[in-house]
């Protein structure tokens, strides 16, 4: 097999009948324009990610008639092809980057050979049209360095970074759906391309990214359900900081005035500039105590000695 990723080829008798299974009338072998496409493989890729054998074996079925776009446009008017077939094939005597055998997803696709596209057949024939990306979702993600599941927990391990002597990188199982494939300028992977659209179901525990965060030394990467987590998480803090300001504000009024009934010869402009680089404990702190201080002051003992306000000499019993 060449390295080409899409390669054209003839309609046999088998082909028409499967892709009769999609058209609404019987079409004739000169009306289809067929070929061949490797949609992805077990290679890690751009982003440091790859697919198992299995997850290929498993998407397999799932693309079988799934339609062919450009650019991943989700309009009805870019669909252009459609895959009548699916195999999985390895690929003799290559290997993926981190040694192991290669394998491809490789998908058989037909579309109406007609002016309508000829523009894209001829691309296509020419050598121009030959990457393609697929979308699809896994549900499985785990580091090959530690076998951790992001599913459910988090690894310090980057990826892209060298532990040893392997590549760190994320290894994609457990296909969910397959969406559809598009012809693209560069695609993630080298051979195939894959733009991954997951969905990983996982329960994202903020305290495991801060813990993530805390131990990483370099540069860290986070999922795209993490990132969501942790901008939520981040609009909260802002929130949370917003209500923070103003109830400093309301308390440093509050001590101001405990100041100005302390010392009311005092000018209050005075206590406005210490309450300004208090902080809120400080507030807190002189609060309570000014507050104490002031209960304190009115308070008289219960047998105090009244004070005498008639002065008396008895001068009368003087001889």
Same mark, same amino acid.
């Given at each position: 097999?060449?390295?080409?990723? @899409?390669?054209?080829? &003839?309609?046999? *008798?088998?082909?028409?009948?499967? @892709?009769?299974?999609?058209?609404?009338?019987?079409?004739?072998?000169?009306?289809?324009?067929?070929?061949?496409?490797?949609?992805?493989?077990?290679?890690?890729?751009?982003?440091?990610?790859?697919?198992?054998?299995?997850?290929?074996?498993?998407?397999?079925?799932?693309?079988?008639?799934?339609?062919?776009?450009?650019? #991943?446009?989700?309009?009805?008017?870019?669909?252009?092809?459609? @895959?009548?077939?699916?195999?999985?094939?390895?690929?003799?005597?290559?290997?993926?980057?981190?040694?192991?055998?290669?394998?491809?997803?490789?998908?058989?696709?037909?579309?109406?050979?007609?002016?309508?596209?000829?523009?894209?057949?001829?691309?296509?024939?020419?050598? @121009?049209?030959?990457?393609?990306?697929?979308?699809?979702?896994?549900?499985?993600? &785990?580091?090959?360095?530690?076998?951790?599941? #992001?599913?459910?927990?988090?690894?310090? #391990?980057?990826?892209?970074?060298?532990?040893?002597?392997?590549?760190? #990188?994320?290894?994609?199982?457990?296909?969910?759906?397959?969406?559809?494939?598009?012809?693209?300028?560069?695609?993630?992977?080298?051979?195939?391309?894959?733009?991954?659209?997951?969905?990983?179901?996982?329960?994202?525990?903020?305290?495991?990214?801060?813990?993530?965060?805390?131990?990483?030394?370099?540069?860290?990467?986070?999922?795209?359900?993490?990132?969501?987590?942790?901008?939520?998480?981040?609009?909260?803090?802002?929130?949370?900081?917003?209500?923070?300001?103003?109830?400093?504000?309301?308390?440093?009024?509050?001590? &101001?005035?405990?100041?100005?009934?302390?010392?009311?010869?005092?000018?209050?402009?005075?206590?406005?500039?210490?309450?300004?680089?208090?902080?809120?404990?400080?507030?807190?702190?002189?609060?309570?105590?000014?507050?104490?201080?002031?209960?304190?002051?009115?308070?008289?003992?219960?047998?105090? *000695?009244?004070?005498?306000?008639?002065?008396?000499?008895?001068?009368?019993?003087?001889?």
């Amino acid at each position: 097999m060449s390295n080409s990723l @899409i390669q054209k080829s &003839v309609a046999t *008798p088998e082909d028409m009948q499967l @892709i009769s299974a999609y058209a609404r009338r019987e079409l004739a072998p000169e009306e289809v324009y067929i070929f061949s496409v490797s949609l992805c493989n077990n290679d890690i890729d751009r982003d440091y990610e790859r697919f198992s054998v299995e997850a290929l074996e498993q998407l397999a079925p799932m693309f079988v008639g799934k339609t062919g776009i450009s650019d #991943h446009s989700m309009r009805s008017a870019d669909q252009r092809a459609r @895959i009548f077939d699916t195999y999985v094939e390895k690929q003799k005597g290559r290997l993926t980057a981190d040694g192991q055998p290669l394998y491809c997803l490789m998908a058989r696709v037909y579309m109406l050979n007609n002016d309508a596209n000829r523009g894209l057949i001829d691309d296509i024939d020419a050598g @121009i049209k030959k990457e393609v990306s697929v979308s699809c979702s896994m549900a499985g993600a &785990v580091c090959s360095v530690c076998g951790e599941d #992001h599913r459910t927990s988090h690894c310090s #391990h980057i990826k892209g970074k060298k532990y040893g002597n392997k590549v760190c #990188h994320t290894i994609l199982s457990q296909p969910t759906d397959a969406y559809e494939f598009s012809f693209v300028a560069v695609p993630a992977q080298r051979e195939a391309g894959v733009t991954k659209s997951f969905g990983i179901k996982e329960d994202v525990d903020m305290d495991e990214i801060i813990k993530s965060m805390d131990l990483c030394d370099s540069e860290l990467t986070i999922t795209k359900s993490q990132a969501m987590e942790l901008s939520s998480y981040i609009d909260g803090l802002r929130q949370d900081a917003l209500l923070g300001e103003e109830y400093k504000k309301q308390l440093a009024k509050e001590v &101001v005035a405990l100041f100005g009934n302390a010392f009311p010869s005092m000018d209050k402009k005075l206590f406005g500039s210490i309450t300004a680089v208090m902080t809120t404990d400080e507030l807190l702190g002189f609060r309570d105590g000014m507050k104490k201080a002031g209960a304190k002051a009115s308070m008289s003992p219960q047998l105090l *000695p009244q004070e005498k306000t008639e002065n008396n000499n008895y001068s009368e019993f003087k001889i």
